[in-house]
């Protein structure tokens, strides 16, 4: 099977490359807010900043505060004790801090508005931080109650919060009103910057005129109250990267990439095509969204085989506070046209939180063509658990009963939003941090869903496939019933696995602390050999224990002797400041004293990857091969991400299996920076570095290097993780001794079963070993352009992973194409709709 062959049909497909600065071609002038207001808080008003190419004016003496309350001490202005580098001037240097109520005024005109509110949590006047609670309102609508702002921005890890509101303004003026959460006297609130923005009065709410399917209950469609409040949860461009707020459609909404998104499951594939013209029908204006959000998208992978896509969802999570309706909104557009043009070649089911929100969407056949984008709507009830928040998910997939041409899906751009409760409520509770884990937090705002106020309309229309006309959406509702059964393959536990490590990481009070090098010798009982751990040419790597033993951390102490190491160190902090992915080590802290460098890490409980191969304990089993297959993707995405997912991008230089850490859920992480340089591809380096027996032959010779320097070096990992051998074996004679050549005479000689570690043998299922061996040659091409690129790597091992989860449990795709279980979706196929049922409208929100 030539593998590589079949994936030319795709070439089309290519990771979204451009530098940020090209993408943006998009005429932002659709929508020209009524009111622009943009208030940089504790600053004076004569005091205008541009920001964003807008203008921020600060609040003190503006219209916005009636001067009566400044001069009764109701709040106080503040400048940010501590400025950091990553977090802009405007509007986070200045706060207006308030110990009582204290309310803003804004004179505007009737209909919704976005109310942005910005938090630095940082010491203002000296007060504590971690004693600031904000409660505000607005009218009837409690927006925010018990805010702690130091609790929020850590578990979303970002040095600074936004929160984002929608508010029906039903008179003329909007008063918001900042309380601290309790008469405590040292509870405190503040903010440091508020935005009051005008939008087009029907981009969310269209109010008793919208039917809103209510997922979970499906003929049960739903409208939204025009008076309802809304706060954004999230608001994404799948499939590309982030949109910042002056190149929205003139409303400054923030659209976050893909990339940074901790929450995309299984990352798909993301196809773009920048050139594209997007055609917004009459009936989605413009300023939906930039053109740029349709533009790139997120899809399941071109798989040769088509049938492995049937394996997974294409799958997002995200965490959503308990207890409220959440609105989400998914934008789907079709940016392929030169395979997808035509009805019933994508057609695909969209599950939210489990449960079916729609089935059989044809792409087309509701667009109408490639580059036409359309929207839908759901409303999904969270339900009040004991935990503050859960997980809302999006899944989707291809719709196997009407037969689609191509087995994929994918989405452009998904917003959430949570809807006010019938109490007008808005507010979420904070999330626990580490230390108080184990204390089961309880919703401190006990107002439920009140079943009495939930009014039922029923339409007696016995329709039951709607297409709404005239309306911006279009509904093709079809009652699915059970879903295909494709063999339950763990991705979903996978995720929750890989999750559950995110939010650990999202959790560590650790995170950013700064420590003295006191505490550090205390944690590690003064560089106590016992708890060294590793040892590399910077220096040595102890085990330090933290928090009375609750917290372990990576110390990484430079050897005062070497020069190399304080360059290293440099460089090991330069680069791993710029990077967040969770397949690459997170950097926790540094601190330089008396002379000492030291780096602290997360801990990785499960050591090296060499270890595991090279140098196990008796009790210990060797890897699965399936858990081999999951590292080595852990390892690719980190590369990909690295080599592509910064403005900078990043080579590593030297991948090895040392230098790949384990944490305790096996998944896996790259380390050891220190070497890493910025791609730079005009420049011929002096100085090649890098370990023996991973080094790219072409790198070494010309000096010049590239990304697909690590794609060789890479390619010698996957070899090691194979053959259970070291890179280099000095024992060996020379033929032996230098695994990648040894393996490519092997190869060559048809001998390559020769290679597999014997723990391994007869485990391997034969397509996966296959699919796993063409990467590996490939990547150790003598010429890195013929080497692949990480994204394609990652391809070819998530396609061995799959085939090898086919063939343990037994999936046998025959040869036209046909799924074995197919006999059993042909009898469900008499249940297709054709149903009666009464459509049930309810509203949603007050
Ligand atoms: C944006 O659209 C407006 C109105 O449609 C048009 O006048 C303007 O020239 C466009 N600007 C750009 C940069 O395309
Ligand atoms: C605001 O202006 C007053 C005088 O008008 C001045 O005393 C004060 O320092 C200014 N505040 C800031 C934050 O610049
Ligand atoms: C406001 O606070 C300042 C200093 O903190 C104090 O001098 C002033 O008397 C206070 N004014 C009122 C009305 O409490
Ligand atoms: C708040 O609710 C009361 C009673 O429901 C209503 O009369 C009033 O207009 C509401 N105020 C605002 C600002 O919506
Ligand atoms: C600034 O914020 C970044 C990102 O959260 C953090 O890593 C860094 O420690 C902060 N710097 C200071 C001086 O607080
Ligand atoms: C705070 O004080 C106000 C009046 O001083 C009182 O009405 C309110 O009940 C108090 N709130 C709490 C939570 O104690
Ligand atoms: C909101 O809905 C009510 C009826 O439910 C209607 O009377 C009112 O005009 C609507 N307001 C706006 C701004 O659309
Ligand atoms: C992008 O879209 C244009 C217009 O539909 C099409 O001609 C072109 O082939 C597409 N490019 C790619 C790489 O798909
Ligand atoms: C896809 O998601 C739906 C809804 O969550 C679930 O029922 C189904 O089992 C999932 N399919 C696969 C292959 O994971
Ligand atoms: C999804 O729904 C099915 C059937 O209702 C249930 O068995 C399964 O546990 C659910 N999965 C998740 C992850 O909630
Ligand atoms: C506010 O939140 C904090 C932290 O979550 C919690 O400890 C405290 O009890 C809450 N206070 C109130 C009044 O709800």
Known sequence: MNTYSSLSIFLFFHLLLLPLHIAFANNATSYLPLENIALDCGANKSEQVSYNERIWTGDAGSEYVSSNDEETNKSLMAKASVINASVPDVPYMTARVFHSPFTYRFNVTPGPKFVRLHFYPTSYLDLDVSKAFVSLTAGNFTLLHNLSVSLTTEYINKPYLMKEFIIHVNGRTLELTFSPSSNASDIYAFVNGIEVVSMPSNLYIQGDNAHIPLVGHVPVLSYIHNDSALETMYRINTGGYAIPAKYDTGMFRTWTGDEEASFSAISGYYSDNLTMPIRYPKAIPR????????????????????????????????????????????????????????ENQVVFNIYLNNQTAMGGFDVIAVSGGPGIPVYLDFVVMVPETREGKQDLWVDLYPDVRSKPQYYTTFLNGVEIFKLSNWAGNLAGV?????????????????????????????????????????????????????????????????????????????????????????????????????????????????????????????????????????????????????????????????????????????????????????????????????????????????????????????????????????????????????????????????????????????????????????????????????????????????????????????????????????DLEGKIATESFETYIEVVKKCLAEKGEERPTMSDVLQRLVLALQLQRNADNNIAPTRDGKITENTDLERNSDLTPGIEFSEIMIPIGR
């Open 430 to 758: 904070n999330p626990t941090s580490c230390k108080s884990e184990s204390v089961v937090p309880v919703p401190h705002v006990a107002i439920s869903e009140n079943p009495k106020k939930i009014t039922f309309i029923i339409i007696g229309c016995g329709l039951s496939l709607v297409a709404l006309g005239g309306s911006i959406l279009f509904f093709v509702i079809v009652y699915v019933l059970k879903l295909v059964d494709p063999r339950k393959i763990s991705w979903r536990h996978l995720l929750i696995l890989l999750r559950n490590k995110v939010r650990k990481a999202h959790k560590s009070s650790f995170r950013h602390h700064n420590f003295s090098m006191g505490e550090v010798r205390v944690a590690t009982n003064n560089f106590d050999e016992a708890l060294v751990i590793g040892i590399g040419g910077f220096g040595k790597v102890y085990k330090a224990s933290f928090d009375g033993g609750s917290t372990f951390v990576a110390i990484k102490r430079s050897n005062p002797m070497s020069e190399q190491g304080a360059l290293e160190f440099e460089t090991e902090i330069h680069v791993l400041s710029q990077l967040r992915h969770h397949n690459l080590v997170s950097l926790l802290s540094h601190c330089q004293e008396d002379g000492e460098l030291i780096l602290a890490y997360e801990y990785m409980s499960n050591g090296t990857l060499f270890n595991h191969l090279h140098s196990r304990s008796r009790e210990e089993l060797p890897l699965s091969w399936i858990q081999r297959l999951e590292i080595c993707i852990g390892v690719a995405r980190g590369l990909h991400y690295l080599h592509t997912g910064t403005e900078h991008k990043f080579i590593h230089r030297d991948i090895k299996t040392s230098n790949i850490l384990l944490d305790h859920n096996w998944v896996a992480k790259v380390s050891d920076f220190g070497l890493a340089k910025a791609s730079n591809p005009t420049l011929i380096s002096t100085n090649v570095k890098g370990s023996v027996g991973y080094l790219d032959p072409e790198y070494f010779r010309r000096h010049k290097l590239t990304e697909k320097s690590d794609v060789y070096s890479f390619g010698v990992v996957l070899l090691e993780v194979l053959s259970a051998r070291p890179a280099v074996n000095p024992v060996e004679d020379d033929e032996h001794g230098n695994l990648a050549e040894w393996a490519l005479y092997c190869c060559e000689n048809g001998i390559i079963t020769q290679l597999v570690d014997p």
């Open 287 to 342: 300023y939906v969204a930039p053109e740029l959000v349709y533009r790139t998208s997120s899809d399941m992978p071109p798989f040769p085989n088509p049938l492995i896509n049937l394996n997974f969802n294409l799958s997002w999570f995200f965490p959503v506070d308990s207890g409220f309706n959440y609105l989400v909104r998914l934008h789907i557009c079709d940016v392929h046209p030169d395979w997808i043009t035509k």
